[in-house]
Each structure stands twice: as structure tokens, then as C-alpha cells.
């Protein structure tokens, strides 16, 4: 199946910094979503974006497809954006489509 | 967006006992349904393909007898932990697409935690 992998591991930020995240995928995807998953554990849809760039706020994603890879990029990170980032992607195999998580980026924004 | 609401959002239960875990798609109706489970400081795996009105698809390694989905209707799958032993505590959570979309939307989780 498809591999995907997120880097960094680890990012602490001081508030108002500046930061990229890159999901790198093994194949061809129909589908790559980013996600924040907050202290509680509920996972919210921040993008749908299996191609192309979008931007909501101070988020804003894009995706080479063709390279196989994902940047999200937050800018004036504030102490909410912390948690665990995550990336996923599907590829349809003809049945129902399974997503894929990547390794996650956890981050820490601090005052 | 849309919805998917998950029940309970935490449970403790004695090691033998089952835990019956609901997951509804609120606002969209959903032919098929994902079951996830995390460990703490992990991704997200997946356990299970639950389609509905038949049986539901398993990953390599999840015992179907123990991890047992139920997907009655468009709108709702189960997924009942049997015999429930402290190795099953985790953070289960599931996800739903819209019919003929990919964007998956996930449910609140539940935090198992069997004593």
C-alpha cells in the first residue's frame, strides 16, 4: 500500500513564527487531506487538497502531485495551533478507498 | 463540512466485559465507514472497512472475532470490542465520506481504557 511520511517529527515555535510541514506519498494519490488533531483527540479537516493550493486564514496548503508531496504552511503561528499535524492520503483501489495517515508533526507553539 | 458523531467519547471497563462503540453520520448518509485506532503518541491505523448491509473488510493483524462492526444502516456503524483486556485500551475513532466524495470526516474518538 501506499506510504506516507511527515516531517518534522517534532517542531516547537515561538508565537507569531513562521513554519512548513511536508508530507512526502509513495504513489499516485486521488486524495491528500491535512488534519489537526487537538489535545482531546479530535482529528479536524483543515484541507482537502490532492492537487493544487489553497488557503483558509493564516493556513494555507499545496500539492505537487506529480513530485508525490504536500507542504502546509502556518504563518504567526499563535499557542492554538498546537497539537499533532497530520497528513493523509487515499489512492482508490476500485473498492472503498482507505486513507493512509502519515507519522504526524507535532507542534508546540510556546509565548 | 459534515458531521460524524461518535458515542461514548470515554469508557472504562472491566477486563472480559464488551464495549460497544456508535458511530453516526449526522447530517449525510454513508455506505461505507472507517474504524481507526491510535496509540498515544502514534498515527492512525487502520482496523477496519465497515460497508453497509455486509460483512466488513479487515486489515492484516485485527482479529475480526474480537473487534466485531456492525453497519445496519447509512448512517450508522458499530464496532463492539469483546472480551475486552487492558491490551485493548486505545483511542478509537471513525471517519465517513459522503456518497460519490472523498473527504473524510472524522468522529470525536473514544478513549477505551479497560481495567
Known amino acids: 500500500g501506499i506510504q506516507v511520511e511527515q516531517s518534522p517529527p517534532d517542531l516547537i515555535l515561538q508565537e507569531g513564527a513562521n513554519s512548513t510541514l511536508r508530507c512526502n506519498f509513495s504513489d499516485s494519490v486521488n486524495n491528500l487531506q491535512w488534519f489537526h488533531q487537538n489535545p482531546w483527540g479530535q482529528l479536524i479537516n483543515l484541507f482537502y487538497?490532492?492537487?493544487g493550493t489553497k488557503q483558509n486564514g493564516r493556513l494555507s496548503a499545496t500539492t505537487v502531485a506529480t513530485e508525490r508531496y504536500s507542504l502546509l504552511y502556518i504563518s504567526s503561528s499563535q499557542t492554538t495551533d498546537s497539537g499533532v499535524y497530520f497528513c493523509a492520503a487515499q489512492r482508490y483501489t476500485g473498492t472503498a478507498s482507505k486513507l493512509t495517515f502519515g507519522t504526524g508533526t507535532r507542534l508546540q507553539v510556546t509565548l | 463540512g459534515a458531521v460524524v458523531s461518535q458515542h461514548p467519547s470515554r469508557v472504562i471497563c472491566k477486563s472480559g466485559t464488551s464495549v460497544k462503540i456508535e458511530c453516526r453520520s449526522l447530517d449525510f448518509q454513508a455506505t461505507t465507514m472507517f474504524w481507526y485506532r491510535q496509540f498515544p503518541k502514534q498515527s492512525l491505523m487502520l482496523m477496519a472497512t465497515?460497508?453497509?448491509?455486509?460483512?466488513?473488510?479487515?486489515e492484516q493483524g485485527v482479529e475480526k472475532d474480537k473487534f466485531l462492526i456492525n453497519h445496519a444502516s447509512l448512517t450508522l456503524s458499530t464496532l463492539t470490542v469483546t472480551s475486552a483486556h487492558p491490551e485493548d485500551s486505545s483511542f478509537y475513532i471513525c471517519s465517513a465520506s459522503r456518497q460519490g466524495a472523498t473527504e473524510a470526516f472524522f468522529g470525536q474518538g473514544t478513549r477505551l481504557t479497560v481495567v
Open positions: 487538497i490532492p492537487s
Open positions: 465497515s460497508n453497509e448491509g455486509s460483512k466488513a473488510t479487515y
